[in-house]
């Protein structure tokens, strides 16, 4: 059974920084495709970045430049720094990991609880 755990999020003022973590159990790490979602209060589920099984990345264009999703197979975490922080960013980030289908990099087969990011002006 794969676990998540998010940890890392709490209220920060405009401009602030936060790092996120999310332990993974449960599964050879290496072997997962994971990604940040997140989701605004009243709004749908967003993706904010996605890394592949050999480390490729990709983020939403609205936040390159601000948020870098980057994980650490070793340690068998995934990470989000999110700098420059903005009240848009509020609501909850959620872990998720995927196995890799034949046609590519899957993300949503297991989640975490998410971590709550509250950004104030």
């Known amino acids: 059974q794969v676990r998540l755990v998010e940890s890392g999020g709490g209220s920060v003022q405009t401009g602030g920084s936060l790092r996120l973590s999310c332990a993974v159990s449960?599964?050879?790490?290496?072997?997962?495709?994971m990604a940040w979602f997140h989701q605004a209060p009243g709004k749908q589920r967003e993706a904010v970045a996605s890394?592949?099984?050999?480390?490729?990345?990709s983020h939403a264009d609205s936040l390159k430049g601000r948020f870098a999703i980057s994980r650490d197979n070793a340690k068998r975490n995934l990470y989000l720094q999110m700098n420059s922080l903005k009240p848009e960013d509020t609501g909850m980030y959620y872990c998720?990991?995927?196995?890799?289908?034949?046609?590519?990099?899957?993300?949503?087969?297991?989640w975490g609880q998410g971590t709550q990011v509250t950004v104030s002006s």
């Open positions: 998720a990991a995927g196995i890799r289908r034949i046609n590519g990099c899957y993300y949503r087969d297991y």
């Open positions: 890394i592949d099984t050999n480390g490729t990345t």
């Open positions: 449960g599964y050879t790490f290496g072997g997962l495709c």
